[in-house]
């Protein structure tokens, strides 16, 4: 089954039109296509029927690219870094809390190659995702964000408002300027703006987590065995990718 699919697939660079195994065995310049197979290989041992791992090479490989501004979002990491996460979650959501310190050590391990921007998308069964989402708005004005974010995982049962409020003392925050930001039309514009642009790629439930626009499927693959795995793949491409751009020849009559 594994040797019918990488003979039949499209090697996951569009400038190479062969099949997986063509590319791998003629050792073409795709650098993805040697994880592609392995990718295959695996889903194959874990028991993926053979729909299932072609999903899952097309949420990996394919062409589903999704473009979303970062705008004015929380965020840390260079803004020309060669691997963006997005990341919208819900304070309340359990596997929200799950998911972030995962996510977290990924960013670390990749210090300056990768950008981590978090959006807002509080859920409507969940009673206090929404004020702990202009909570933590209000400390991202204060430069306090990651900081909040970390406090309000920590105590996801403890969201009541004099919960957020205490939390906004432990971090130091200016007070009034804290509780005027949280209750300001622009903290419900951006969860609002957050929300949109989610909808628009395509949530299906939090935390919803593009790497370099593609959608990581919940349905397909696993946040502690898949994720790192997937951003470590996505800074080596790009560090090959930088590599090759590097030792091409200059064009004719440009500079040296």
């Not at 795709?30 to 899952?56: H, M, T």
Request: proline content about 6%.
């Amino acid at each position: 089954m594994w040797w019918k699919l990488v003979s039949e697939l499209y090697a996951p660079c569009s400038e190479h039109a062969v099949s997986i195994a063509q590319c791998v065995r003629e050792s073409r310049a795709c650098g993805a296509c040697v994880p592609a197979a392995q990718l295959i290989a695996d889903r194959f041992k874990r028991g993926a029927s053979s729909s299932e791992v072609q999903a899952a090479y097309a949420a990996r490989f394919g062409p589903d690219v999704r473009q979303v501004d970062a705008g004015s979002s929380p965020s840390r990491g260079p803004e020309g870094a060669p691997v963006k996460v997005v990341v919208w979650s819900d304070f309340e959501c359990p596997s929200c809390r799950r998911a972030m310190p995962i996510i977290d050590r990924a960013f670390e391990r990749h210090n300056g190659e990768v950008r981590l921007i978090h959006k807002f998308y509080p859920l409507p069964a969940h009673l206090h995702a929404m004020p702990a989402a202009r909570a933590a708005f209000a400390a991202h004005a204060q430069g306090k964000y990651w900081e909040m974010e970390r406090l309000l995982f920590e105590n996801q049962q403890a969201l009541t408002d004099a919960d957020l409020l205490g939390y906004a003392r432990k971090l130091g925050l200016d007070m009034k300027r804290f509780q005027a930001d949280m209750e300001s039309e622009a903290a419900m514009q951006a969860i609002a703006h957050d929300k949109e642009a989610a909808n628009k790629a395509g949530l299906r439930g939090t935390p919803h987590i593009l790497i370099n626009g593609r959608y990581f499927d919940y349905g397909l693959f696993n946040i502690e065995a898949d994720f790192g795995r997937w951003v470590d793949l996505e800074v080596k491409l790009a560090g090959e990718q930088r590599a090759a751009t590097s030792a091409s020849p200059a064009a004719p009559g440009s500079a040296p």
